[in-house]
């Protein structure tokens, strides 16, 4: 229930930005949207931080800071993550107060983030509950610590210092090894491409989808059989290869869900390029190689792990402003966008619903689907 109570106010007030009334001030240097943000965040960090046996991880997470100082070099965590597991095992030899800390840490860098780089913060935030929060604030714990700490190094893009960036994604890879895809961002990141670039990421992101397992399935047996990738990354690969689950294409709801879905991207590539002001440039490339390993995830879902770090991380999250913001088309037409907006919300919280809440209703689980790599996950540990 307090998942709909949080989509209701980030619907109502994500509408009330639609409409533009979303930065009125309520005090000095304090609106309507600000106000509604700091609340919802702050109720979003509370249920990741004080959550229970939530994730498909948990059990991994929970078993590892049990034995993490007896052998904590028996399975093969990063090594940041085993020094954080290893320190509050010494000092407190509490699970939920380290969880705590982690989520603060990152829900602090996450949503500050969303904030100041989204002229809709809350729409953002929206956004962001839907297609990530209970993948990363619910489940993914040590790719989440990579993304906060790539978040705290965006600086030394805008400031052209390559050295610090890449201290930085050494660090982040601490905890998550898949922080080293992270690194091209300070190429793509405020770069503004051409309509010819964005067209072809478009064509081969619809090609990637239809027909990119059997590439996929070939690139991965080429990693796995080569010698001098991590030993973490050959364990997983294999658990993926052999397991039937991962055979096989996954599906979307309906045709016409995959059709909403690009029409409205669609739809944000023609507002882009007929914008005098392309205040978004530099989100859109992000966005657009999300869009691409989003397509690859839909044969092999850790693909989708690597979008992350472009729409968080690199902002391509705010691509999605440019449904808003196109204000040389909606100049004259103001209801069409209040109503197409409304729409696009609407077709994103139907799919929020019946990808998570309805596989819940059923008694779906995730450790049910990951079966295979737990085997092996446990098998490493013990």
């Known amino acids: ?11 109502l007030f994500s509408l009330l ?3 533009g009334i979303g930065k009125m001030y309520v005090c000095k240097q304090l609106g309507v949207d600000k106000i509604a943000f700091i609340y919802i965040a702050f109720l979003l960090f509370c249920i990741a931080a004080f959550r229970y046996e939530t994730g498909r991880d948990w059990e991994g997470y929970t078993y590892f800071f049990n034995k993490c100082l007896s052998s904590p070099y028996s399975f093969n965590f990063e090594f940041g993550f085993s020094f954080i597991n290893r320190f509050f095992k010494t000092f407190v030899d509490n699970f939920y107060f380290m969880q705590f800390f982690i989520m603060l840490f990152c829900c602090i860098c996450t949503y500050r983030s969303l904030y100041q780089r989204s002229e809709y913060p809350v729409f953002t935030l929206f956004l962001y509950f839907v297609m990530f929060f209970l993948q990363t604030d619910m489940a993914q714990t040590r790719q989440h610590i990579a993304m906060a700490i790539l978040i705290c190094g965006l600086h030394f893009i805008d400031e052209k210092k390559i050295i ?36 072809f990421f478009y064509i081969l992101c619809l090609f990637t989808t239809f027909f990119g397992l059997s590439i996929i399935r070939g690139m991965l047996g080429l990693t796995v059989s080569v010698g001098f990738v991590p030993e973490r990354i050959q364990t997983i690969g294999n658990a993926y290869l052999n397991s039937k689950i991962y055979g096989q294409q996954a599906k979307f709801g309906t045709g016409l869900g995959f059709l909403v879905r690009y029409g409205f991207i669609s739809l944000m590539l023609f507002f882009y390029f007929i ?3 392309k205040k978004s440039s530099y989100f859109l490339l992000n966005f657009l190689i999300a869009l691409l390993f989003q397509a690859m995830g839909r044969n092999f879902d850790q693909f989708g792990r690597i979008a992350n770090y472009y729409l968080i991380c690199g902002g391509g999250l705010c691509a999605y402003n440019l449904l808003i913001d196109c204000k040389s088309f909606f100049k004259k037409f103001g209801v069409i966008k209040l109503l197409m907006c409304t729409i696009f919300v609407l077709f994103t919280m139907y799919s929020f619903y019946s990808v998570w809440a309805l596989s819940s209703f059923q008694g779906h689980s995730y450790r049910d689907d990951y079966t295979p790599y737990k085997s092996v996950l446990f098998e490493d540990i013990k």
């Open 1 to 11: 229930m307090i998942y709909y109570t949080i989509l209701t106010f980030l619907i």
């Open 17 to 19: 930005e639609f409409c």
């Open 164 to 199: 610090l960036w890449i201290v930085t994604v050494l660090l982040a890879m601490q905890f998550h090894i898949s922080a080293l895809t992270a690194f091209p961002l300070y190429f793509t990141t405020r770069k503004e491409i051409s309509a010819y670039v964005a067209m």
């Open 275 to 277: 914008q005098k002001e």
